[in-house]
């Protein structure tokens, strides 16, 4: 493939894309097609099942193959594109990965524009004769540490010192051998230079790129992160034509200004009353807004009435109770102190609604997309904020009710409806970032993170080089801070136990130390356990004593939350999230499940490969949105589950291939089979193995031939999560094979992992041995689901706790030993 492959037609009509098959469903009577979809590249026999596409599907181009390549780090000989492209040659198995030189880590998310102090604005320079400082670039911030507990969303502190990283026990600093020392040890001969990656671009895109690479550096440790939203490029002379329409320089950065600032608030309100005049200009901003057809679907309920807003207030008070009651424990504790409405705190209500026949049957533009008479009141509503704000009221959104609860307790008629209940006043003083951002309930997401270069998928700001979802990742990957590590251990002399008494937990917390950046590190809550689902072609083969069905029926088992994921999730108060990769069934549309559907399980592997290279990459995109998407929500540390019946055959195959054992050593009995199934799995394995005849230094390719969607999604679960700096608990065998592929992918992704448990399926304990890890739980468990994993977060949360709260000899006035 070439670069013009990632590139869509421009007049494209026909409905080839990516997602094109997703996006129909296949009629009834073909719900199971033979043949089709992303599996086309594949032999025709020995499919697990039906596609999830439908039989006409056209081959479809693959966005991974051709797109700028960045080096990996740690594998000097190899890039990512390459992961994804044409299998390398044979190289030895992946050995062991340690650390390699430090250098300053990349802002993954940065302090976005709304994240930023309130000074973070536009780079143009103040307006002239304003009284007010104008907004600016953001400071150089000598904290490259994040608040206590809060997620370490700046890319965590950078790494400076030259030493190892990466080790599941952390080594004590002292211990270090040289960093370049290390990585040219895990440089093939062949590499093409050192192991530090070239420099992506141009520093000042690149900061706003949170997860490009970044040019090796020995600025100090407090240089300023790199915003998550690029501030706007102040107009002037250097801008196009265009710009002499453009607004003056003060006007500009007033608007860039009041978008900026504008803040959800909640708290804080003053009983002034708004002036007349001042409501007034504020609700015709809202009245200016964009609407459908021109169609001005809005109207604006303005309540002064205390005891119509009591009454709303108890509609609230209900709902937020209920919504507290289904939070899973950590959440519902940090819920408990939010506010949610001012609804009697403020001197106004405003309340906005829609009229979604307003314009008549013809209204321009409303006739194919009905909603956007619901998205222009919610233009005015954006309206009214920044009026508001520029006025300096603040506005809190409350949607904590039934629309149609609300509807009734205001008299409205029928045919309108809410779009929102906003609470108006006067603010002490504005918050400085989002509420939810202040107190670790949500992060933003960077502006990298959302722009898509004419394809969905392909990823970067204008002006960049498009990349792929997984090459920013695996370029965001970085060792353990050293410092902090060194602190961490520093701290734990001086703690109040003897030397080495925490044992194994000594070492987690100097390893998640290592991993925020700071020391102590944040507690690794709230956690959220990912189950990856998905069915597998092999399942034919008899090497499982269950019916596939089981796959999907489980995941409506986790989804109603009986099973032991469940439970064990209750215990740690930890989220359930369920991804459907590959799950020959059809799931229920609910909340808890993330279609996530790749294909309809895999092909049989004992024929030839289990997945096209394409579905592997989807799919390990999958898995780092998902990482991505359950950290920027505020989760502090991720857990591995799996389910997929069957899923323990592949397991085995890829542990065989990454780690080189004999299919016999690393094969076990799963779900319970008994000595003539244990048997035959064993001859399927090495069968697969003889049909696909893999190379451990191509990941991609080995999963693809040897693997499962869920296992692919785990990977880059996994890689997601490194780049993250967020700490990753693994559970059993699926997940130690997703493992091994995503230390083959990028070393230092093992520096986030923590192994939960060690299952008994002998081939886990071979990931274990092969990746160093030490399992925190050893209990005899097989289940999957992240069972063992989710047993290991209290150990994972006592490890930091311990080095957060207990005393110092020094500060408690107990005496050393001689
Ligand atoms: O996590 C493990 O180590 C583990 C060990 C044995 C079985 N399992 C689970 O059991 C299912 C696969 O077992 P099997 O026998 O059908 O291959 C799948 O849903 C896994 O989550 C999981
Ligand atoms: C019942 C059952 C539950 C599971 N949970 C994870 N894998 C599983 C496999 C089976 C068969």
Request: aromatic residues 4%; negative net charge.
């Amino acid at each position: 493939m070439t670069a013009d492959d990632t590139t869509p037609d421009a007049d494209r009509t026909d409905d080839t894309g990516r997602w094109a098959a997703v996006r129909r469903d296949p009629p009834a009577a073909q719900a199971a097609p033979p043949l089709g979809g992303l599996l086309d590249d594949l032999p025709e026999q020995g499919r697990g099942a039906g596609s999830l596409y439908p039989p006409t599907e056209p081959a479809r181009r693959n966005p991974f193959h051709g797109t700028t390549v960045h080096p990996v780090r740690g594998r000097a000989e190899a890039d990512v594109g390459d992961v994804l492209a044409e299998p390398s040659a044979g190289s030895p198995p992946t050995p062991p990965l340690r650390t390699e030189a430090a250098r300053p880590e990349p802002d993954i998310a940065g302090p976005a524009a709304d994240d930023a102090p309130a000074s973070a604005a536009p780079a143009a320079a103040p307006a002239a004769g304003r009284t007010e400082a104008a907004p600016q670039a953001p400071e150089a911030d000598a904290d490259t540490g994040a608040e206590p507990n809060v997620i370490p969303f700046r890319g965590a502190g950078q790494d400076r010192g030259a030493g190892p990283a990466g080790t599941r026990r952390p080594p004590e600093p002292s211990a270090a051998p040289p960093a370049r020392l290390r990585a040219a040890d895990a440089t093939a001969p062949a590499a093409p230079g050192p192991s530090a990656p070239e420099p992506q671009g141009d520093s000042s895109t690149v900061n706003a790129h949170a997860a490009a690479p970044l040019p090796e550096s020995d600025e100090p440790e407090t240089a300023a992160p790199p915003p998550a939203v690029a501030p706007p490029a102040p107009a002037g002379p250097e801008t196009p034509a265009a710009g002499r329409h453009a607004y003056s320089e003060a006007a500009r950065t007033a608007v860039y200004r009041a978008i900026q600032d504008r803040r959800d608030v909640r708290v804080g309100f003053r009983a002034d009353p708004v002036p007349d005049e001042v409501l007034t200009r504020v609700l015709s901003a809202a009245h200016q807004a964009p609407s459908v057809g021109f169609s001005q679907p809005w109207d604006f309920v303005v309540i002064h009435d205390e005891k119509l807003r009591a009454s709303v207030q108890r509609l609230v008070q209900r709902e937020r109770e209920e919504y507290g009651r289904a939070l899973p424990g950590a959440r519902a504790r940090a819920f408990s102190g939010l506010k949610v409405e001012a609804i009697l705190d403020t001197p106004v209500n405003v309340v906005v609604t829609v009229d979604p026949t307003r314009g008549g049957r013809h209204t321009l533009g409303r006739h194919a997309q009905p909603q956007t008479a619901g998205y222009s009141a919610a233009l005015a509503v954006e309206n009214m904020w920044l009026a508001a704000r520029a006025e300096g009221l603040g506005v809190g959104w409350v949607s904590f009710f039934a629309e149609r609860d609300l509807a009734r307790a205001l008299d409205l008629p029928p045919h309108l409806e809410v779009v929102a209940y906003l609470c108006v006043g006067y603010v002490d003083e504005f918050p400085t970032e989002p509420e939810l951002s202040l107190g670790g309930w949500a992060q933003r997401r960077p502006l990298s993170w959302a722009v898509h270069r004419d394809q969905y998928g392909r990823r970067g700001l204008p002006g960049e080089d498009p990349t792929s979802l997984l090459e920013e990742t695996v370029s965001a990957i970085r060792p353990l801070n050293q410092r902090a590590l060194g602190e961490a251990r520093e701290r734990q002399s001086r703690m109040t136990t003897p030397p080495g008494a925490l044992g194994v937990l000594e070492d987690i917390a100097a390893q998640l130390a290592g991993l925020a950046g700071e020391a102590p590190p944040p507690l690794p809550e709230p956690a959220a356990v990912a189950v990856f689902a998905g069915d597998h072609g092999v399942h034919a083969q008899g090497v499982t004593p269950w019916p596939q069905e089981v796959t999907g029926q489980m995941v409506r088992n986790f989804l109603s939350g009986g099973a032991v994921v469940n439970a064990f999730a209750n215990q740690v108060g930890a989220e359930v999230t369920v991804v459907d990769v590959g799950v020959v069934d059809d799931l229920p549309t609910v909340p808890g499940l993330l279609p996530r559907k790749i294909a309809r399980g895999t092909a049989d592997f004992t024929r030839g490969p289990a997945m096209s290279r394409t579905q592997v990459g989807y799919a390990i995109e999958a898995g780092i949105e998902v990482a991505r998407d359950l950290v920027a929500a505020g989760n502090r540390c991720l857990v591995t589950g799996d389910m997929g019946i069957a899923n323990t055959t592949p397991s085995a195959a890829l542990v065989a291939a990454f780690t080189g054992r004999e299919p016999a050593e690393v094969t076990g009995r799963g779900t319970g089979v008994d000595d003539a199934m244990h048997e035959h799995k064993i001859e399927v394995v090495r069968q697969a193995l003889r049909a696909n005849p893999v190379d451990p230094a191509d990941p991609v390719g080995t999963l693809a031939a040897l693997g499962g969607l869920e296992h692919a999604a785990l990977t880059g679960f996994i890689l997601g999560g490194a780049a993250l700096r967020v700490p990753v608990v693994l559970d059993g065998v699926i997940a130690g094979a997703a493992a091994l592929a995503a230390a083959a992918i990028a070393p230092e992704s093992m520096s986030a992992c923590v192994a939960g448990h060690r299952s008994s399926e002998p081939g886990h304990a071979a990931v274990l041995e092969h990746l160093e890890l030490r399992p925190l739980v050893d209990l005899e468990l097989r289940l999957g689901e992240g069972s063992g994993a989710l047993l290991a977060v209290p150990l994972l949360q006592g490890a930091v706790r311990a080095l957060r709260e207990v005393a110092t000899f020094d500060g408690a006035g107990v005496s050393e030993r001689k």
